[in-house]
């Protein structure tokens, strides 16, 4: 069977979580391309069956937390400063997440951080409260980087048409601004929360607390993407001015290497529970769920701040079978929340869910037709997991073996 964007052409689901093979790896979103050429997916183990995110969380009991800290606050000793200057810097736009990391850090570990945010193309009213919240009950000095907005409402509506993808502009910004900023600051620790293999990149990913360089460095601007288009076609073919693209852009190598900043992932020192870390924020920060439950899923805390976080959980539903029950639910089955039959139900009840609520006032504020956006939706289903049955697509394999092929 034919697969697109280099999948793997037969579908497998983990025995112990939800999650099938489909599932992408992280990769430097600046190298994003329709084709997906050099892409990774969830390795699930051939003997057990058993995928690899799942395997770390099994070491994760096994790891010494304590000796962990204390190589955490030997870190932040070494870039602690004792003159009123930031020695830590917390990107985040005001989840649960993010709030948890900056107020720890701020009142357990007594670091100076400052907060950076990158804000949602849309915030919803209570992702907005909640970021108030972060910085007002929390208790931190806030920096906010607003991009041009006609660049980037042109940015995520080509990224939608070329890669159906409504929030790479989002983690752009979210990923890229932060060492930039830190080097302006002369801040040399930056700290996210969980590292992007604990969802399924390769195991070995999990040993270190830095972030790849890759993630966030590039030696030439002109080899790298945005929206699945290369920058010098951006500027020849949609006439962007180089000015406002450029914010977009990761740091240069020669400035990360000259200034010398680290970036950790906190949950590589502090065990990281997605639950936990709600109850912290809503308990430190004011930080508060949904008042409803996220269409497609059945929580009410995780990614929650952006209209269009519903719609981005939509088209990895259609790209790669996986909705946002599907990650959620897998989250909670390695975390012990929920039993792998639970798992299944909910998958079953909620993923590809299509999220109306804010479905027309985002299309409306990218100048997409709604008849067009289910034309792209169409093109990008890969025949190896969607099958049309008279006029309604149907997914050949689910983790509940019902799919049309099962």
Sequence with gaps: MISKFNLPSKIVFCKKCVMSNQRPSSIPEFFHTKERKNAKYLNINKQDGICDACKHYETRDDINWEDREKKLIKLLNKHRKNNGEYDCLVPGSGGKDSAYQAHILKHKYKMNPLVLTWPPILYTDYGLKNYDNWINVGGFDALVVRPNGKTMKKLTQLSIINLLHPFQT??????????????????????????????????????????????????????????????????????????????????????????????????????????????????????????????????????????????????????????????????????????????????????????????????????????YFFELCDKFRSPHIWKKKGDIWKLRHTVNKDGVDD
Excluded: C
């Excluded at 288009?229 to 001015?241: A, G, I, S």
């Excluded at 012990?336 to 027309?360: A, I, M, Q």
């Design 170 to 371: 989002f983690i752009l910004g979210q990923k890229n601004i932060a060492p930039k900023i830190a080097s302006k600051f002369g801040i040399k620790l930056v700290f996210y929360g969980e590292n992007e293999a604990e969802g399924g990149n390769p195991i070995a990913e999990n040993n270190n607390s830095l972030r790849k360089k890759s993630y966030f460095a590039v030696k030439n601007y002109k080899n790298i993407y945005l929206a699945g288009t290369k920058v010098t076609e951006l500027l020849e073919k949609y006439k962007f001015k180089y000015q406002d693209l450029k914010i977009f852009f990761p740091i240069n190598d020669n400035e990360i290497n000259k200034t010398k900043i680290e970036i950790h992932y906190l949950g590589y020192y502090l065990k990281w529970t997605s639950q936990e870390a709600f109850y912290y924020a809503a308990k430190n920060t004011g930080f508060k769920p949904r008042p409803f439950r996220s269409q497609g899923t059945y929580s009410k805390y995780h990614s929650v701040d952006d209209k269009i976080d519903d719609f981005h959980f939509y088209t990895t539903f259609i790209k790669f079978g996986i909705g946002r029950a599907t990650y959620d639910a897998s989250q909670e089955i390695k975390n012990k929340h929920l039993t792998r039959e639970e798992g299944k139900n909910l998958v079953k009840k909620f993923d590809g869910e299509f999220p109306k609520k804010y479905f027309s006032e985002v299309m409306n504020y990218l100048d997409i037709k709604e008849d």
